[in-house]
Structures are given as C-alpha cells and as structure tokens.
C-alpha cells in the first residue's frame, strides 16, 4: 500500500492540509506536550497542531518522561500541569514569578490517568484547573466528561487564562478545519450515526 503524499510543512495528507489557517504565535511559556504513544499514530489527534502553533512547542511521545532531562534542576519550581486535580487552582490563583513550562497530556482519558500513573512526578506539580467557557468542538472523538476539551482547546484556555494580554483562539481555526474535513470525508449521515448530538 502506498503512502499518502503529505505535505512538507503541516505534515498532514495533501488532500486535508491545514496550512492556509495554520498560524504560530509566540508564547512566553514553553509548552511541553507528553503524548501517549497509541494518541500519536491517531490521525485526529489535536496535538500536532498545538505543537507547530505555539513558538517553541514540544510534543515528547512515550510512556515514561523524565523530568530533569525534560525540564531541567529545577523543574518543580518551574513547571506547572494543567489538569483537573483535586487541589488545582486557576490562573488567577497561580503563583507564576519562576514558571516557565507549561505541561498538558495528550491521550484518552484512560490514557491520561496512566501516563500521571507512570509518571508519579507529575503529582508534585502545581496544577491549573482550566475555566471553559464554551463545551468542546471536538466533534469526532467522544470524552466521558461533560467538560471533556481536546488537546489543543486546553492548551488555549490556560494559555489565555495565563497570558491574559494574548488571544490564543487564534490556533483553533486549523483545529476546528480538521474536524470539518474529517466530518466531510465521512459523509453527513455516518456522521449523524456515529456522532448523535
């Protein structure tokens, strides 16, 4: 079987390039992305796009990530998770003087729980809880929680809740194509099958 020809820059198949909304925006965090190794052969993942939207981004694909290799000495005062914990608290409330990565997961559910599971590390890190204000646009991929955000719609939140002088939805337009490509390619009515609203 041949492989689809993809394009040089967004790495994505021809026919669903993304580099007419793509766009890249700086960030004063480095932006650390921990990806399962089963999300990174999924086609539909958002974390690619994360990765070349935010200047600097790092998209690392495993189950087991060292934080000193990764972060450097000192990586508990420098690093912050977003993730729903029980004592997460919100960018408002985060003492940020000495931050300068931030970590999001990449994965299913389940997926998530194993790398924190993996990864004990993880717990030592302050976490932010991230403020939605709107419910995911995911359309392709189901969550088992009502406030279920991909990847990359994460990444935005905390990013404008961190950042509050940038917009970060800036990215999600390549996001939001995927989707309707993907949508597209399978037809109205599967879709509806598949994905009832």
């Known amino acids: 079987m041949?492989?689809?020809?993809a394009c040089a820059d967004c790495e994505r198949p021809l026919k669903t390039c993304l580099c007419d909304?793509?766009?890249?925006?700086?960030?004063?965090?480095?932006v650390v992305i921990l990806q399962d190794e089963k999300e990174a052969k999924h086609a539909l993942s958002s974390a690619p796009i994360l990765e070349k939207s935010i200047v600097g981004a790092v998209r690392l694909v495993g189950e087991?990530?060292?934080?000193?290799s990764i972060l450097g000495p000192d990586w508990r005062a420098e690093a912050v998770l977003?993730?729903?914990a029980e004592n997460a608290?919100?960018?408002d409330q985060l003492e940020r003087k000495d931050i300068k990565n931030i970590i999001l997961l990449d994965g299913t559910w389940r997926k998530v729980a194993r790398l924190m599971y993996l990864n004990s590390w993880l717990a030592e890190l302050p976490c932010v809880a991230i403020q939605a204000t709107k419910t995911s646009q995911y359309k392709i991929r189901k969550s088992p929680r009502q406030d279920g955000l991909?990847?990359?719609e994460?990444?935005?939140a905390a990013l404008n809740g961190l950042v509050p002088?940038?917009?970060?939805s800036a990215i999600l337009p390549a996001f939001y194509k995927m989707i309707d490509l993907q949508i597209e390619a399978m037809g109205a009515e599967t879709y509806q099958k598949n994905y009832p609203s």
């Open 165 to 168: 002088e940038s917009d970060y």
């Open 2 to 5: 041949t492989k689809r020809a």
């Open 21 to 30: 909304v793509l766009v890249s925006m700086a960030c004063p965090y480095r």
């Open 82 to 84: 977003v993730f729903p």
């Open 150 to 152: 991909s990847t990359i």
């Open 64 to 68: 087991y990530f060292d934080p000193l």
């Open 89 to 91: 608290v919100t960018a």
């Open 154 to 156: 994460a990444a935005v």
